[in-house]
């Protein structure tokens, strides 16, 4: 995946982004939520210029972006699996089928398969606790989870 500073439209449409959302009453989290969802992450090369335009030191807005799990400073796959490893999806086997899923991915944690589609990422809890173990692709959500069931989800969407 090239790097976004070398889109000769990046500093266009990060403009617009900014622009479009400025005036919120605390735009900065709403403003890096449209920067992932428009490059996949929140690109090293935007952060100095989300910083201008909100009146922030760079180090504040370097703060917000690393503090928040969900945004990611470097790029990952096209989709993204999220295994949940919280409490209650522990006690109905989400280690055994996270080990399974990671080594029928050939991934670990964090880690994107070599042809980019997939990157597999921990998460602590999605709500479905009465039907874990739980797991998401997307926006599309899996209860009680396993490999088969994993995997199909993935095909499906198109990872
Ligand atoms: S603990 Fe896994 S969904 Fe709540």
Same mark, same amino acid.
């Given at each position: $995946?090239? @790097? +976004?500073?070398?889109?000769?439209?990046?500093?266009?449409?990060?403009?617009? #982004?900014? =622009?479009?959302?400025?005036?919120?009453?605390?735009?900065?989290?709403?403003?890096?939520?449209?920067?992932? =969802?428009?490059?996949?992450?929140?690109?090293?090369?935007?952060? +100095?210029?989300?910083?201008?335009? &909100?009146? $922030?030191? /760079?180090?504040?807005?370097?703060?917000?972006? @690393?503090?928040?799990?969900?945004? /990611?400073?470097?790029?990952?796959?096209? !989709?993204?699996?999220?295994? *949940?490893?919280?409490?209650?999806?522990? @006690? $109905?086997?989400?280690?055994?089928?996270?080990?399974?899923?990671?080594?029928?991915?050939? #991934?670990?944690? !964090?880690?994107?398969?070599?042809?980019? /589609?997939?990157?597999?990422?921990?998460?602590? *809890? &999605?709500?479905? *606790?009465?039907?874990? +173990? @739980?797991?998401?692709?997307?926006?599309?959500?899996?209860?009680?989870a396993n490999?088969a069931k994993v /995997?199909? &989800?993935? =095909?499906?969407?198109?990872?």
């Amino acid at each position: $995946m090239t @790097s +976004p500073a070398t889109d000769a439209d990046f500093l266009l449409r990060l403009d617009e #982004i900014i =622009a479009a959302h400025k005036g919120r009453e605390g735009p900065l989290l709403p403003i890096l939520h449209y920067i992932q =969802a428009e490059w996949g992450h929140v690109p090293e090369e935007a952060q +100095p210029v989300l910083a201008a335009a &909100l009146g $922030m030191t /760079r180090a504040e807005v370097h703060g917000v972006v @690393s503090f928040y799990h969900d945004f /990611r400073d470097h790029p990952q796959g096209r !989709h993204v699996l999220r295994l *949940c490893r919280a409490e209650a999806c522990q @006690s $109905m086997g989400a280690d055994a089928l996270a080990e399974e899923v990671r080594a029928a991915l050939g #991934i670990d944690w !964090h880690e994107t398969t070599p042809d980019g /589609r997939l990157t597999l990422e921990p998460v602590f *809890c &999605l709500g479905l *606790c009465a039907c874990a +173990p @739980s797991a998401q692709v997307g926006d599309r959500l899996l209860g009680r989870a396993n490999l088969a069931k994993v /995997r199909q &989800l993935v =095909a499906e969407a198109g990872a």
